[in-house]
């Protein structure tokens, strides 16, 4: 064999290995129970073996026995075996250029030369989590046997809230919503089942653990039955939450992911017309009056209305109420010529929803992008700056904008309740 040494040991699955002592004499700390991919250079074939592009090795060990393997040329001069060790202790690579390698006996044809051995060793030795040697057994005492590093992995973790506002963004008040079934797609090596739904309580979640790294994993939350269930917008930067589904990216280290996923549902405001309250049904519930023909107002009718200081007339001016009659005939009469009036009925139409016939003002308004209570007080801000908003008006936009959104609520129109509304699901489909 010549020259021939150890040129590399290399851990395969995980194994650790340190190489400790370069030159002549090199050792590898190795761990026990790990297998080795070792790798010979500058080796001569001189048993004459023609074309067969291998060499037999034995690998004599001072504790565990002698073993024999085939390495395979790699290149000139270069070639590699793969070893696996167990109780091996002092293990020396004695390489022959033969192919009557015998463990048993441990007698071996020579080569012409008379070389045999490889310069290098491996000993066995115990390592931190890094792969760091923190002891070995050259001594062959029987030291600990070193528990392998086991390889990284990640889990996932999925929750589910219900989002009053519709942004996205998880809110302390914003409860989780229980029954909500997730997937991941691949499972992998998670115990946990691939369909899972979401518990009651403060969690919320779901979780997948025990999976292998590096991993792309696609998360994806079941669609309620029910139409008038939506999926909030994702607000953070990629992996996005698209349609419900999220790809989760693990580099080769592992780690812990948490995605949280908004929903929202609509249900109609229960909000009443100008036309109602113009109506007998209407002075039923303002003035008390058994058969609707009441003139005058109740306190608490005035109340609510007043409690706006700057509901407009048609030249800008603020309204004061009177009885019955003249409330009914400053809502039929209003027109858009001044938007700050026609914004002024339908603002005064939604206060009295809220106050007489349930409507909610803690409920969210898509349309303003407010909640129906901080509508109410914008609209009301937007009249006392804004009193006469004629064609031309800077402000005339955005009060006609307010006052659109408030016609619809007034119309039943969907509003996000506080309460989620009820959900149903058919079987999930956990890849997409």
């Known amino acids: 064999m010549g020259n021939a040494t150890i040129s590399d040991v290399t851990g395969v699955n995980g194994a650790c290995v340190q190489s400790t002592i370069t030159g002549i004499g090199q050792k590898w ?24 592009p291998s060499i037999q090795v034995m690998v004599k060990n001072s504790a565990g026995g002698n073993f024999c393997y085939t390495a395979n040329q790699q290149a000139v001069g270069v070639y590699m075996f793969e070893v696996t060790l167990t109780t091996q202790c002092n293990t020396m690579p004695i390489l022959y250029c033969t192919t009557n390698c015998s463990p048993s006996t441990g007698v071996f044809a020579r080569d012409s030369q008379g070389g045999d051995t490889a310069e290098g060793h491996l000993r066995t030795s115990t390592f931190d989590g890094n792969c760091a040697v923190t002891g070995d057994d050259d001594n062959c005492n029987g030291g600990a046997t070193p528990t392998p590093t086991p390889p ?56 997948w653990t025990n999976l292998t790294v590096p991993g792309d994993y696609t998360v994806t939350e079941a669609n309620a039955l029910e139409s008038n269930w939506f999926h909030s ?4 930067p990629p992996p996005l939450i698209v349609n419900g589904s999220s790809v989760i990216v693990f580099p080769a280290a592992g780690g812990n992911e948490t995605r949280t996923f908004g929903n929202y549902c609509t249900s109609p405001s229960g909000g009443l017309t100008l036309g109602f309250w113009s ?6 519930i303002l003035t008390g009056s058994a058969n609707g023909t009441g003139t005058t107002l109740s306190s608490a009718a005035l109340a609510v209305l007043n409690s706006c200081a700057y509901l407009r007339n048609l030249n800008g001016s603020v309204h004061t109420f009177g ?37 909610d003002g803690n409920a969210y308004d898509l349309c303003s992008g407010m909640t129906l209570s901080a509508l109410i007080s914008g609209a009301c801000d937007t009249l006392r700056d804004n009193p006469n908003t004629i064609s031309g008006d800077p402000a005339r936009l955005p009060q006609q904008s307010l006052k659109n959104c408030i016609d619809a609520i007034n119309n039943n129109g969907a509003v996000v309740p506080v309460t989620p509304c009820p959900h149903t699901f058919a079987s999930p489909t956990p890849c997409p």
């Open 279 to 284: 109506n007998k049904n209407g002075n039923k």
């Open 233 to 236: 917008p994702d607000p953070l």
């Open 29 to 52: 700390d190795v761990q026990s129970g790990g297998t080795y991919d070792v790798t010979l250079s500058g080796v001569t074939d001189c048993a004459n073996q023609g074309n067969d």
């Open 323 to 359: 009885g019955y009659t003249d409330f009914r005939n400053w809502l039929l009469n209003a027109n858009a010529t001044n938007m700050a009036y026609m914004l002024s009925v339908q603002l005064a139409t939604l206060k009295l929803d809220v106050a007489f016939v349930g409507v």
């Open 152 to 207: 990284p992995k990640a889990s996932i973790t999925a929750c589910k809230f219900y989002d009053q506002n519709a942004d996205g963004i998880k809110q302390a008040s914003e409860p989780y919503l229980a029954g909500w079934p997730f997937g991941i797609c691949p499972r992998d090596g998670a115990p946990e089942p691939q369909t899972q739904v979401t518990g009651a309580g403060p969690g919320g979640c779901v979780t």
